[in-house]
């Protein structure tokens, strides 16, 4: 286990690189953003002597080098600054709007995991029959319009036409749980409030599946695609002259070597639902931080926009670190490589 | 989310498209207000029905030169139980100056505040300034004694003047008390029982502010009895669409209206009669149709000139804006610039996208002389940095301005005053001398006689030269479910002649659940 | 003279989970030019391995490979590659199932530039012919080839880089004995013809003794006798070897008789 | 050639899809002839029927300032399909050739690579678009230039972890033993065994493509109106639904087309493309 | 008489390429009784490998083959048979060592999970440890040494002749009553070989099992095989008694091939030629041989 564990060290470290890299990077191409951030914080009537005095006192006539360095020592104690938008402090407004924004992808990522992959199974394991035709309908169905179309239309078919499920927000108005994680799922049973949690994981079914529509077709098509190649390799044969359950050669044997671009794509959509749900938070009234995003970039938020950049592409750190891991793992090939290199 | 109450607790719930700013001192859109007027209260307010405004926290004022000196209520305590002062109405003056945010440039004039007793404050001005009065709606009067006990970092003795605190918290003395306060979510209000003027019981117990709801989410919150008054940024259709589903409509005619204006600094429209050419070509009464929404009611109401029906100056509501291509045929004749050497560029705000349809209307009307035009759509952050210079500034802007006291001098002195030029209220880049003599006129003179007369003459330069094209004069229409009741939105003689007034929630009233 | 190939003290070490497997164990041997070595011995006692490491698939864990004096790195220059070349166990999976027989041979020839541009597809088509497919087979893929038909491509294949040494490991367990005197026909005029190196890897004791010059025998990673074909067929030294040619199956009773006489005496050694 | 024509004829949902695609890009190119108001793709406004619901003639109703639906869809397909193949053109090859060389030379190279990868990958599109904005002019070329500079990473790492793996399989050994160039190993043995997986993602990122559009005209820097546009068309109208769908529905239906015909296409392709010849 | 095991009656096998039908098998016919051992000899690419593969039903799924002709097993014809009740048959009445051991196992499970599957469809409910105790005595049966490594192993961690016994102790440990053996041997070495051909013909005689025997070891055929057909060129060309045929090989192409094996003896590469109009004489079947229902 050691040199996985060395592996996994080593990417971390470079991660942080990578971090610092992006934190540069964002730093300079946020300033390019059109617009003067403290006339639009200030907003429209605001006059020209009070836009001067807040963009020096967000240090901005000074040389970008200078504002890179205020940041890096603010940022060596933990701060982030104060966004202009919301007016306090961009940890707080993180820490705040995070947990509902992962809370609400992880569980479209489990959907497309557990929608999506099966559907491609299926797909693949009944090629050519009608069940393949109507799943290839749905998942193109899922790129033919976006995701936040697909939350207006959710919205109208589940709540508006069949008030089945709640429309906006993360919890019932009348229920109120202690926060402790951020994330309701997980506070609600902290608090030992069942029927809350069933309202928040009630709450989370249409946005999160909203979201996860695209993810669930590519998941799918990718998957169907390389299961078919999957299917003409001489083991799967093997596994059929021995009669093993067909569902069972399809989930495992030829499922697992066709994994690797499926995964690799639900990684990618997951880390990248944590910039692109806006608008179905939009939709669902949803605390969230990419929401955030969008707001503090459009307004040029300097300091937001450079924390949140950093928290995505932290996400995407993880999630392909967890990702290249997986496939090594689902592949021994790769991980037991004996090739000189 | 709240601690739940009894069953017999009334919730009003409503959205805005922005987040409403908490600080009072740097409140300016229309939710700030909402917020600001409910959980603050003003020296004065304006009058209910009319013109004008009535003593609310001050009983009475005199003026004695330029200065303004007010007296008092002595019965007002703040929500905190700190009972309120001349110290407080210094401080919150102070405060604004010194943050020298939101809309604390009304008060350019006013040079300090003092206490002249616990119940005395005079206001000194440099100037004659005569819509001081209606400034003072713009001054929410904030708990010093409870803001000075929660400075949050910063250098100097006041610290961070309590910014931090008042971006989450309410230190006022309004009708209702912020209970929770999450800026991408909503802002939760409840009674203040020991409001001063006391609370109706019909008022809604609890009020939960919302922001940046979806069209769609707001019509189905509304048709499942979870939402109660919409924003007033829907699109007409989807107005339409809820008063099939039974909503009932609620209006606020402001001081406030559409303006499409037009680059006087750049050619072809540096010519003036380029600039009546297309104000005359212009379609107004199909501007407002596509804002309508129902045969009675849009939102807009027909413009008569630069400044709206009901303010200072303004022309009668009689005498309507229309198209005339004869005179635009005219006018184009006589311009320097031949249609055929010019391509209009013509701007509309990604975030507004019903401008998108003014957009279409104006290139259609305008190809009707020979003009070619085409369209760019801008997110607001360009915008506001394209209009910095004139060479960068579109041809035709499209912009919704309201008057943020009520009083045509805020409304037009940063619009059309030369030194206001290379805003997004100003990208005519107007240069005229008569324009700006009249503007500090009208900020001088006291009475309202001479203020109308000011103005009306002021709106007249305006139309002959023809910065701009006045679309149609604002009318907010709101969305709302029939278990409320909002007098000064449905009632003329109950209204407000200023925005976001319309919400003080102790008026209105709350029937069923 | 120095040999053409030598490995000095190759040792290869895999761990398999818990367990260490010393697939290679101290093996030396040198091969000298034109010659065929065959290696025989036990399944699972290095052979592959070592052919792997001589090509340069794996390094070796301990000791070196060199060729005509050099120590050959794992990394290699064409040159070196052009000169050895191997024909790997598993026909199947050493063909790309996404090209045609025809472009995996071809690239053969592309990449040391052998023949005409023009003429390399007929080549590929003589190429095929010289194994015993026919030229058409040019076009077709992996998958729909029987398992002799591959292993006939893949002797091709390392036949058209006109290699100096190829090392052949099973390379004709898939023929029948008829396209497999053919191509063992080849490979010796091949070897008169061009002075060709084989290392021969293979379990079928009757194609050893014809084909051979040595014989190299292993058991279990190690090196357990090298000798000429002759000595190893008429009086082998080691147990293991002598047990190997006891048990060959044959089909004359020439050959019982030689086998036989061979496991007495291994009885008369143990008794 | 014959090859071509034999696979599509004997699978007749390739022909399907060669005839989707034959319908959208003929109706794009002779839009001119089919739209029946060829003059509503321009700035045209007839507030007397505007928002009509379907009827004749105006077969997909009309839009919000009067506008003949079907005419604009016909024509949107134009734009739509030009910036879904252009920035596919362009990301798929830089996205395909930089996973290609991580995944399969490894070592340093692998890390540089992915890890500049990961750089653009945490750039979200819409601060590279407002930043590209504010240095460029906003026109259609410099949106999908954008939209290229945000696509190819994604096609990076599925072909990165592709190679990773096809790296191990004994046809790369085997060409590499016979001493092939890395750039062969690359394009011409392990590109190959990807081609399904890249076709595949291809074919789902057209849709998306037009529908990322949408977004960046938002920003100004997509298609301007009035020119029509699909993805625009959809995210516009998805405001006024459930009561005017036909603003959404028949763009999205548009957009479905257009993608399930390439999706055909694609399957089939894959079938053509199936052996290196 | 009880029905053979398996038999096979014209069959036929083309596959449709883009160039036309190609036809691979042209009308064969064979049968093994119960507990018999028949071997099926051949040229390569003449078609052996398709027709075990037709027996167990796996090419029938591919788009490009037409196959007409019968098959029965034990009686039944197995075309007649419903899906399922096919499946039921594979790894429990039927299995087959494939050619291609190392890539017929699938390379991203070990050697042990790979193992409990095949169990498993005799013993459904088997846990893996139980499993895995199986396996190792299996793997040892067929002189592997350290089935404990071996079963932890994934099929590219094995030599070529370890993944071959895996693939045999595997088709072995069901106790089928068909056991298709396509080129069982062929990647190991003679005492091992020797070991797992006594193996099979212990679980023959044990279970009455009927082995298909495909090989190109003509050696290890005349040891192992009661009877034996040889195909050239998608035509059964002589049938005939394991003893008959190496005595007395009629069919030209027969006696090539019993030519061209090389002797341990040495008498170097035998000159035969590979390819002659001769080798497409018709049928030779020897006395008592005939199929069953057919006048010998
Ligand atoms: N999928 C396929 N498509 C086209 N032809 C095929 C296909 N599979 C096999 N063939 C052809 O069918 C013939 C018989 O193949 P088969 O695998 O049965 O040969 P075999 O007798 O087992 O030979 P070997 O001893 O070499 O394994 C061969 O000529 C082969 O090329
Ligand atoms: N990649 C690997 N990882 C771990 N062990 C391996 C690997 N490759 C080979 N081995 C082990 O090394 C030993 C030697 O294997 P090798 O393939 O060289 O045998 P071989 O002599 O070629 O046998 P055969 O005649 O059966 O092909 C075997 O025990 C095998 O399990
Ligand atoms: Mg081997
Ligand atoms: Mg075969």
Redesign the pocket.
Known sequence: MSPVVRLVLKRLGTSLIVLIGVSMLIFAIARVIPGDPARIALGPNATAEQVENLRLRLHLDQPLSVQYGHFIADLAQGDLGVSLYTNRPVTQDIAQFLPATLELIIVAGLMMILIGLPLGVISARYRGSWADSTIRIFTLLGVSAPSFVWAVILMLLFAYFLPLFPIAGRLADSMTVPTVTGFLLIDTLLAGNIKAFGNAAWHLVLPAFALALSGIGQAARLTRSNMVETYDKPYIEMAESYGFPEGRIARRYAFRPSLIPSLTIIGLDFAAMLGNAFLVEAVFAWPGLSRYGVAVILRKDLNAIVGTVLIISALFLIVNIVVDFLIAMINPRIRLSQRAQ | ATTGQAAAQTVLRLDEVAVGELDPGKATDYADSILMFNVYDTLVLPKQGEVGYAPHLAESWETEGNDFIFKLRQDVKFQSGNPLTAEDVVFSFDRMKELGQGLSFVFTKVEGAEAVDEHTVRFRLSEPYSPFIASLVRLPIVDKKLVMENLGEGEGEMKDWGQAFLSSHSAGSGAYKVVSHNPQEETVMEKNPDYFLGVPDKAPDQVRLRYSLEATTVRTLISQGEHDISSQWLPPEVLKSLAADGAQFLTETGGGAFYIKMNTAKPPLDDVNCRRALSAAYDYATGIRMVAITDEIAQGSPSTGAIPVGMYGANPASEVMQRDMEAAKKYLAECKHDPSEFTLEISWIGEVPIEERFALLMQANFAELGIKSEIRKVPWALFTEQVTKPENTPNISQIFVNAVTGDPDTLMYPMYHSSAAGTWQSPEYLKDEKVDALLEKGRTVMSDEEREATYSELNDRLMEIAPTIYAYDRQSVFAASNRVKVPALSDPSKSFGMDGMGFTFRLMEMTGE | MTPILSLQSVSKTFTVGAHEVRAVDDVSFDVAKGECLAVVGESGSGKSTIANMILGIYPPSEGTISYRGTVLPSSRELSHRRAIQLVQQNPLSSLNPKRTIGASLRLALDVHGIGERSRRWERVGKLLEEVGLPADYRSRSP???????RQRVAIARALACESEIVVLDEPTS?L?VLVQARTLKLLNELKESRGLTYIFITHDLSVVRNIADRVAVFENGKLVELDTVETIFSNPADPYTRGLIGAVPVVTREEEALRTSLTEKENNANA | MKRTLAILASNPLSAVGVLLIALVVLSAVFADFIAPFPEHRGAVVDFVNFNKPPQWPYIFGTDLVGRDMFSRIIYAYRISLILGVVVLAIAVPIGVTIGLVAGYVGGWTEYVLMRITDVFLSIPPLVLAMSMMGLLEPTLTNGMIAVTAMWWPWYTRLVYNLARSEKEEGYVLAAEVIGASKLHVMFREILPNCVPSILTKMTLDLGFVILIASSLSFLGLGVQPPTPDLGSMVAEGAKYLPDSWWLTVFPGLAILIAVFGFNLLGDALREILGVEQ | MTAPTLLIRDLRLS?K?YSGL?E?LHGISLHIDKGERVALV?E????????ARIILGLLQT?R?ARISGTVNFEGRDLEAMSRAERHRLRGTKMSMIF?DPTSSLNPVYRISEQFHEVLKRMVPGIGRAEADRKAAAMLADVSITEPERVLASYPFQLSGGMNQRVMIAMALANEPSLLIADEPGTALDVTVQAQTLKLMRELVTRHNTAVLFIS?NLGVVREFADRIYVIYKGRIVEHGKATQLFDNPRHPYTRALMNAIPRITGEGIPKIQDNSDEYLAPLVVHEGCGEPGEVA
């Not at chain 5, 390569?44 to 027709?51: A, E, L, R």
């Open positions: 998958a729909t080839l029987s398992g002799g038909q898939a029948d | 596959f390429g190609v691979v051949g390569s690419g003449s078609g052996k490998s398709v027709t591919m490009t050619q190109h």
